[in-house]
Structure formats: structure tokens, C-alpha cells
């Protein structure tokens, strides 16, 4: 099949059953790649309510059709399981250069099962896949055995691994490779350590079948010259998304203080140019990156140094403002600390800022906690991830995430347990932006941003939304908004959701069309020149939205009693006004927050509970 490496590859841990076979062509026909393919995966292959931790919870990787082609950013890979945070779908993209050596190697899509005997890591060179003692390797951090490895197969692999957090079954446990980049929040890492999986090394050599390879290579070439002559090309690299933090601030939307706050007074400290200035030694990139957000950097604190990918602007914000900690050196090794624990920073940012306001609330005390733990304190911060990673202590208790966490804790904490379905929220507060929060509360995965990102529209109170301002209560007066505002934020918020995850179908970073503006048109050029299929921009926002019916009643299936009730936001986003800065007084009304949902539902074709309607599954050939 053009544009495919061809293959399927299924490994049985419990059984070292290695199988490869022919991708299916009903599967490309219908699903096309990537995320399509892991969610399909994922709802026929799954046993239903299978535990996460379960051997039988299937681990799927998926590649895009444009994935390991010479395009713009087109080296992501996709993954899937039955996620530990939220015990629904769970799946998660990264760059890097992995999913491209899959491809090199053969495999569109790997399938794991079962349980590993011994401590192991999965072997793929090229058609030889073996699974290899990985004893020695055990409790190490994920760089520190990235670099052992590369050292031990050759530099030409490439290398996941987890830390020690996914080998203890953290629920926010990640994958790392590439020496930064993190496959996160929905607990992969803890589900690859339940499988007695340490790390799986790839290298391939092979070549990937093109349908017009002098037609792609025209296409390609004039993606990148025509990219980089947008406005927005050199802007984009010098901070990556740490640029952002200052307009954050400004609008409001930086949480502060576990979402407490929305803004703080710091930010010049901890934002792009301070990233610059204080830690940047150069740009790093995804395979065939013209716009590298990545920032490796040298972070200095009084109990070490270190080099790290990061801090990017999620990190900055939970492990920074959120935590209260205002040193950009401080912020940057606790991203280090995350990276080599294998812990997700946006959940650990969270998961520490809510222990510091349990802590300061006196909901918990310094016998429990071991140590006084307070915002704003690095020490508290370190002591907490390393306790979260090897579960000791409190950290048992928190390795939960803050749902978890606050059923423990209880005493009302749950108030200010700061997440959707079981995940924590990243790093937008969004009392003052109605439709962001709309996109967080509906996402299929629980609060994530790659899901859908409207704060722009929400803060510009633009024509599509309305002012924002309207949308908006203080005072609970929610009857008094104009309706026809709240039924302008579903559009916008059911477009982001369809488009941002649609590029984890093709398998390229969405960043050069939703940051640049790479027009839609250059990916149905390729498209055609890879496959041969003829696929529009339109079909494939169908799909996208299509994934959206099917995820959901994959949650449907496996959450009891899964329905509107797992769609509401945090208690203190409709309870507690932001008590400063420039959205004082902002929050949205519980009555807003009801009408929103059931807007929403209706633009999606659910019904009052927020499950797919009949008509809706068979308008989308959805026969479940
Ligand atoms: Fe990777 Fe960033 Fe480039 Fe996207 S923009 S491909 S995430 S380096």
C-alpha cells in the first residue's frame, strides 16, 4: 500500500509470540493512520474492562501515512491503551524519531500483550524482533539508559524507554526517547512498566512505497520554501512554546498557585526570553523539523545541575507559577527530575500544587507528608516527585494524580483537585475563557489541550464567540447571558476538536498549521502523492470528528455509569471568583457550564447524558 511500510506487528509478552502481518487495507481505507488506527485498534482488540494493569490491556503504536516522509515536522508516532488515570481511552503523540524507524523497519502499527516473565526490553532490527533480558537496566532513569543503550546497539537505534515512575505504576507515568521528548499524561509509561517492559529499541532500513515519488518531491519542496516564507517561521523557533507565557499572564490565564490564581508577578522570570537568557544552549528538533521548539539547556540549582530538553511552556506554568516557583533554573531540573523519573510534567505539576494547598490548608499534616511542604519551595518540590516515582510515603497517595489523591485526602480537597475524568488539567486556567474550558471538559482523554485550543478566541471575544466578557458571570447571573453567545462557543470548540487531533491521524506535528498557517491544501498534495488516494482536508476532519463518537463510547463501555457527570469541570472553577489580576472576579456559573454541555451535545449528536445517539454512530458507520 503506498505510503505504508506494510506490516502489523504483534508481539505476546506472556507467551514471546512474535507475529507480523499484512496492514489491512480496510483499516487505511477507512481509519488512514496514526490516531485512527489506535482507536479502532484499541475498541475492537481491547478486552472489555480489562484492568489497565491488566496483561491483557493491549499497548498500540501507530504511524500516519505521511509519518517518515521528507515533510515538514512529519515524524510523530501515535500510542493507545486503556489508560491508569482515567480507566477510559487513553492515548498520546510524540515527536522524536521513532515512529519513522517503526516505518523503516517494516511496522505501521506494533500491538503489545501480555506480561513480560523477566524484567525485558523488545529488540526490533528491522525483520529480527527479540525480546532481550533488561535486568541491568531496571530503577534506572530514562535518559540515563537511553544513552547506555544507544552505547550497548549503536546509535542508529532509537530508543523509548520509562523511568523508574512507570516501572512503579505511577498513573501519570510517560514514555521518554530522544533525550527530552515524552509520550505523556494518561499514564503509557505505568501500563509499558506493567508489561515488565523497560524500553524498546528500533532500527530500520528500509524504504516506504510512494505512488508519485517526483510528484512528493515537488509538493515537499515547495511545503517547506512556501512555509518558510510565512510570517510567522523565525518567530516561532528562538522559544518554542515558552513564548507564550507573557500573553498567558496578561490575559489571565496563567494558573497560579494550583489554579488559585490566573496570573502572577513573576512571569518575566520564567518566561521565552528567560528561557533564552538563562538556559538555552541550542534549538532541538523532531525528525525533519524546519521550526524546532525544542530548547536544550543547562539548568544550574543548589543541588546540581543538568542538562535538559525544556523547560516548554506547560512545564514552565504547572511546575512553575502553578507551584509557585519562580527560578527558571529551579523550574528546568525539576523538568530534568520528571524527565529521568519518567514522570509527566503537566499531571506532576498539579499533583504537587495540589499537595502544597492540601498541606497549607492543614488537610494534611508534616507526619504524613514526611517533611513541611509548602509553594514555592524547590526543596518541597524534588522531595515530592522523587517520592511520587518510587510511590513511598505520600508519595504512594499522589502517584494517584489528584483525583485519587483527593478520594484519599478527602476533607473537601476534591474542591481543588484541579482535573476532567482523572486528568489533570495543563496549563490554561480558564475561568475567564468559556470555550477552552468547554474543550478541556468534553476531551475524550480528560483536560488536555491537544484536544482543542480556543483561548484565543475566548480572550479576543471574537466575532465567532462573542465578548467574552458576556459569557462570563461573577455574580452566578448566568440566566441573565445572552444564550445565543453560549451557543457560539460550540462551533468553535467542536472545529478545534476535529482539527488539532487530526494531524495525529497523518502523522506530522500540527504546529506549522496551527501556529504558521501552512495552508490545509499542502497536506492534500502530499497526501495524493504518497498514497495515490485522493483525500480531503474535509474528509479527514470528518474522521477526526468521527474518532470523537467512537472514543466516546469506548468510555461509555468501559466507565461505569460514564456520562455527562465525567464532563464537568473542577468544583473551584464555578465556585471560586479568580481573586485578582486581570480576570478578578471571573469564573463561569454552574448554569453556564450546564447550558454549554448541553449545546455542546447537541452540535456532537449525543443525547442529554452525553452519550452518541443511534443516528449519530450510523451517520458515522459506526456499528457498535
Ligand atoms: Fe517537534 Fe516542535 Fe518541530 Fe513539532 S515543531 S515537529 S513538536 S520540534
Not at 477510559?88 to 523503516?104: A, I, L, P, Q, R
Not at 542538562?307 to 506547560?314: K, L, Q, S, T
Request: with cysteine; net charge negative; aromatic share 10%.
Amino acid at each position: 500500500i503506498y505510503g505504508y511500510a506494510g506490516s502489523m506487528l504483534r508481539i505476546d509478552l506472556s507467551n514471546n509470540k512474535i507475529t507480523t502481518t499484512p496492514l489491512k487495507e480496510e483499516l487505511v481505507e477507512e481509519y488512514v493512520g496514526g490516531r485512527g488506527f489506535t482507536a479502532k485498534i484499541l475498541y475492537d482488540e481491547n478486552p472489555p474492562n480489562v484492568h489497565p494493569f491488566s496483561p491483557d490491556n493491549i499497548f498500540v503504536v501507530a504511524m500516519g501515512p505521511l509519518s517518515g516522509h521528507m515533510l515538514p515536522s512529519s515524524g510523530k508516532t501515535h500510542f493507545a491503551t486503556k489508560s491508569p488515570a482515567t480507566g477510559g481511552y487513553g492515548d498520546s503523540n510524540m515527536g522524536g524519531h521513532f515512529g519513522v524507524t517503526m516505518k523503516y523497519a517494516g511496522y505501521d502499527v506494533m500491538i503489545l500483550k501480555g506480561k513480560a516473565e523477566k524484567r525485558s526490553y523488545i529488540l526490533i532490527d528491522d525483520d529480527k524482533v527479540t525480546i532481550v533480558d533488561a535486568e541491568k537496566y531496571w530503577g534506572k532513569g530514562s535518559a540515563e539508559i537511553e544513552e547506555a543503550m544507544k552505547k550497548e546497539l549503536g546509535d542508529e537505534f532509537q530508543i523509548l524507554t520509562i523511568g523508574p515512575a512507570g516501572e512503579n505504576l505511577v498513573n501519570f507515568a510517560c514514555i521518554s526517547h530522544d533525550f527530552g521528548r515524552q509520550a505523556g499524561r494518561i499514564g503509557i509509561g505505568a501500563v509499558l512498566g506493567s508489561k515488565n517492559i523497560k524500553a524498546i529499541a528500533v532500527r530500520g532500513t528500509k524504504g516506504i512505497p510512494v505512488f508519485d515519488p517526483a510528484l512528493l518531491l515537488e509538493k515537499g519542496k515547495k511545503m517547506y520554501a512556501d512555509l518558510r516564507k510565512k510570517p510567522g517561521f523565525t518567530g516561532w523557533t528562538p522559544q518554542g512554546t515558552a513564548g507564550i507565557t507573557d500573553w498567558c499572564n496578561n490575559v489571565g490565564a496563567l494558573p497560579t498557585r494550583n489554579f488559585q490564581k490566573s496570573s502572577c508577578d513573576y512571569a518575566e522570570k520564567i518566561n521565552g526570553q528567560a528561557v533564552l537568557k538563562e538556559l538555552k544552549i541550542t534549538d532541538k528538533g523532531c525528525f525533519s523539523c524546519p521550526t524546532p521548539c525544542g530548547k536544550y539547556g543547562h539548568a544550574k540549582t543548589k543541588i546540581g545541575d543538568a542538562y535538559v530538553e525544556g523547560p516548554e511552556y506547560e512545564t514552565l506554568s504547572l511546575l512553575g507559577s502553578n507551584c509557585d516557583i519562580s527560578n527558571i533554573h529551579d523550574i528546568a531540573y525539576l523538568n530534568y527530575i520528571c524527565d529521568e523519573l519518567g514522570l509527566d510534567t503537566c499531571s506532576a505539576g498539579v499533583v504537587l500544587s495540589f499537595a502544597f494547598e492540601c498541606y497549607e490548608k492543614g488537610l494534611l499534616s508534616k507526619e504524613e507528608v514526611g517533611m513541611d511542604i509548602k509553594f514555592g519551595d524547590f526543596d518541597s518540590a524534588v522531595y515530592l516527585l522523587r517520592h511520587i516515582a518510587e510511590r513511598e510515603g505520600i508519595g504512594n497517595v499522589l502517584a494517584e494524580g489528584v483525583r485519587g489523591a483527593a478520594e484519599t485526602i478527602g476533607k473537601g480537597s476534591d474542591v481543588f483537585a484541579i482535573h476532567v475524568k482523572g486528568l489533570e488539567w495543563t496549563g490554561y486556567e480558564s475561568r475567564n475563557a468559556p470555550g477552552m474550558m468547554l474543550g478541556y471538559m468534553t476531551a475524550d482523554i480528560g483536560a488536555h489541550h491537544g484536544r482543542c485550543w480556543v483561548l484565543g478566541n475566548d480572550v479576543a471575544g471574537s466575532a465567532v464567540v462573542g465578548n467574552v466578557n458576556d459569557l462570563i458571570s461573577g455574580e452566578q447571573n448566568a440566566n441573565q447571558l445572552p444564550k445565543a453567545k453560549h451557543e457560539h462557543v460550540v462551533p468553535i470548540v467542536l472545529k478545534s476538536q476535529h482539527i488539532r487531533p487530526a494531524f495525529d491521524i497523518i502523522g506530522t506535528c500540527r504546529l506549522q498549521f496551527m501556529e504558521i498557517g501552512l495552508e490545509t491544501s499542502y497536506y492534500e498534495d502530499v497526501f495524493y502523492a504518497i498514497t495515490g488516494r485522493k483525500f480531503s482536508w474535509v474528509e479527514l476532519e470528518t474522521l477526526s470528528e468521527k474518532l470523537w463518537h467512537l472514543n466516546r463510547m469506548y468510555n461509555v463501555r468501559e466507565i461505569n455509569d460514564f456520562g455527562r457527570k465525567y464532563d464537568y469541570p473542577p468544583k473551584r472553577f464555578y465556585t471560586e471568583p479568580i481573586p485578582d489580576g486581570p480576570n478578578k472576579g471571573h469564573f463561569v456559573a454552574f448554569d453556564a457550564i450546564e447550558e454549554m454541555l448541553d449545546n455542546y451535545y447537541d452540535g456532537r449528536g449525543w443525547d442529554r447524558n452525553g452519550i452518541p445517539t443511534r443516528e449519530t454512530l450510523e451517520k458515522f458507520d459506526l456499528n457498535l
